[in-house]
Every structure is written in structure tokens, then in C-alpha cells.
């Protein structure tokens, strides 16, 4: 079945610090990649996303990912985290063929400690 | 602006009263979604269109109805909501069915069933 894991559901870093946040998949072929975040009260935005090429994405406000395929995974990364990073963040794959369709993970909750 | 408004962004109903929910978009998309979003469950999609008067369920479309009479506009309603509705729901629109167009989402609605 495809799926999208998100196994960290609460991340607490300090402000300046680096963050990864994990995300695996299970699907047929290599899907698009996307990383989605949702500040509080509002609706999600995306930071980032693979087609294909480099391995290594970079994104808005900072932001990359690094594709790795032989670990079906997809993760994100700052080097420093700042107090506005705090939200939800989720990780989503989509078919490169045929209906569109997303397939979010169930989100990782970041919190920043001044 | 280019954005997804969606109205309205709260609403406490109670067992059994109709409901619609509005999505509208101004950036000529083809491709809407709606989406609920549950704790511990990510995004789920409820139903989506990808033209006028061509719609389709997503994973989760039991209790809901859509309709798609417009481009810009794609409500979506609870003939008879269920306290198992209660939920955040998102809009969402891209400019086509392809994968690789970035989807917006608009701000969300959170709706309490009694």
C-alpha cells in the first residue's frame, strides 16, 4: 500500500539549532516529493519539492531536502532554526503519471525554544 | 492577490443541519481538492475536480457532496453532518491535474459537530 511515515510526531529544538525532520515512503516507483508547512491558523504551504535530478533540494525560508532512494526517504533540513520555524510540517508524495493525487504524512508538530 | 478563500473558517453546527462550506479561487485553476485534516491522521482527500462539472471522490467521501458549476468556485457540503465530521478541512487548487504544478491551500475551516 503507499504511504507516507512521518515517525517523529513532536520535535523540540532550540532557537540557532539544526533540525531534520524524517520522512519515508512506500509507493510503486519513485513518486514526487514535497514538503508542506502549516503555520498556526493557516493553511499549508510548500517549501519545497522533487521531481528528479539532484538528490538535494533546496526550498523557501531556508529549507532543503535530500532525496535518498535506496532508503525510500526524503529529508528535511535547517542548520538553524529560528522562533517563526515553529509549526506542522508535512511531508507528501504524488503519482508522476495518472490521476493526481496527494498522499500526505500525518505531520511532525516543531516546536522552538528561545 | 492570487489566493483560496474559503467561508466560513469556523462554524459550531449541530447533528443533522445542512451545511456548505465555500472554496473559491482566483488564479483560473483547473484542479481543486478538498482535503480534512484529523490528529494523528495528516490530510485525507475528501473529493476533488479537475474541470467544470467533473468531479471524483478521494479517500474519504462518505457524508460529503461537491458540485463544480463554476471554474473559480467548489463548495462542499454536509447534507446531514455527523459528529464524526468535526474537523479541519482545507481547499486546495492547482493550475492542472499534473503533479508537478504546486497546489494552494486556503486557510481552512474548522467545524465542531454536535
Known amino acids: 500500500a503507499q504511504s507516507v511515515t512521518q515517525p517523529d510526531i513532536h520535535i523540540t529544538v532550540s532557537e540557532g539549532a539544526s533540525l531534520e525532520l524524517r520522512c519515508n515512503y512506500s509507493?510503486?516507483?519513485?513518486?514526487?516529493l514535497f514538503w508542506y508547512v502549516q503555520s498556526p491558523g493557516q493553511g499549508l504551504q510548500l517549501l519545497l519539492k522533487?521531481?528528479?535530478?539532484?538528490?538535494l533540494v533546496q526550498g523557501i525560508k531556508g529549507f532543503e531536502a535530500e532525496f535518498k532512494r535506496s532508503q525510500s526517504s526524503f529529508n528535511l533540513r535547517k542548520p538553524s532554526v529560528h522562533w517563526s520555524d515553529a509549526a506542522e510540517y508535512f511531508c507528501a508524495v504524488a503519482p508522476t503519471s495518472g490521476t493526481y493525487k496527494y498522499i500526505f504524512g500525518t505531520g511532525t508538530r516543531l516546536k522552538v525554544l528561545a | 492577490e492570487a489566493q483560496v478563500t474559503q467561508n466560513p473558517r469556523y462554524l459550531i453546527t449541530v447533528t443533522g443541519k445542512k451545511l456548505t462550506v465555500t472554496c473559491s479561487q482566483n488564479?483560473?485553476?483547473?484542479?481543486m481538492s478538498w482535503y480534512r485534516q484529523d490528529p494523528g491522521l495528516g490530510l485525507r482527500q475528501i473529493y476533488y475536480s479537475m474541470n467544470v462539472e467533473v468531479t471524483d471522490k478521494g479517500d474519504v467521501p462518505e457524508g460529503y457532496k461537491v458540485s463544480r458549476k463554476e471554474k473559480r468556485n467548489f463548495p462542499l457540503i454536509l447534507e446531514s453532518p455527523s459528529p464524526n465530521q468535526t474537523s479541519l478541512y482545507f481547499c486546495?487548487?492547482?493550475?492542472?491535474?499534473?503533479?508537478?504544478?504546486?497546489?494552494?491551500f486556503g486557510p481552512g475551516t474548522r467545524l465542531t459537530v454536535l
Open positions: 509507493y510503486g516507483a519513485t513518486p514526487y
Open positions: 488564479m483560473n485553476h483547473e484542479y
Open positions: 486546495a487548487s492547482s493550475f492542472s491535474t499534473s503533479s508537478t504544478d504546486t497546489q494552494y
Open positions: 522533487y521531481f528528479s535530478g539532484d538528490t
